[in-house]
């Protein structure tokens, strides 16, 4: 708006706004709309002019559709007494202009708990997500040239067992508030000790 002293007589008001940020293009629908989809936000940036500028004939699309289908997965979470249904991984970002576009694009990934990779020079994304053994390992698949290691457990710098989080409530105006602590009792007893 533009200033006029006999409008703001007492100064510029304080304007707000609930922005959703931009449509992405669905490969799965052929629709542009606004989405929380991880996978969706990735091709979208990785595609954009300000953010990887990739030709879209650069990502693998069947890729995407897959990751994107993991991704809105319905689950219902229950907290106490509380329970919603919403979407197994879900996104948001805000990208400045002078970011790494990997950095960005690596960062999305870790909301689905996926990967980035590049393959005969197309990305191609996966979604954390349980998928069947292709095989089973037999010793006919070792060679004796060297010995086999088994690593049984993470280390212990990588292991939690208490988790602390924030996020944007929606019913609060989207100001920070905390979620409820989650932990387990029985891997804080296994561990020996607190992990946050």
Known sequence: FTYDQDAFAHGMPVVNALVRGAKVYDPRTTATAWSENPALLI????????GGNLSTDNID??????????????????????????????????????????DVVLELAEAMAGRVG???????????????????????????????????????????????????????????????RVESATYIADDGAELP
């Not at 991704?71 to 948001?92: I, K, M, N």
């Not at 602390?164 to 929606?170: K, P």
Request: with cysteine; hydrophobic share 45%; glycine share 2%.
């Open 43 to 50: 091709r979208h940036y990785a595609t954009s002019a300000l």
């Open 118 to 180: 590049w393959s005969q020079d197309r990305m191609r994304i996966c979604a954390g997500a349980y998928t069947s053994p292709v095989a089973a390992l037999t010793e006919d698949h070792f060679s004796a040239a060297a010995p086999v290691e088994i690593t049984p457990r993470m280390a212990r710098e990588a292991l939690f067992n208490i988790v602390n989080a924030t996020f944007a409530d929606a019913a609060q105006d989207y100001r920070t508030a905390d979620m409820p």
């Open 61 to 102: 699309d069947v890729m995407v559709q897959a990751a994107a289908n993991v991704c809105d997965t319905s689950v219902t979470y229950v907290v106490g007494a509380t329970s919603e249904t919403r979407a197994l991984y879900t996104a948001g970002t805000v990208a400045n202009t002078d970011a790494r576009p990997l």
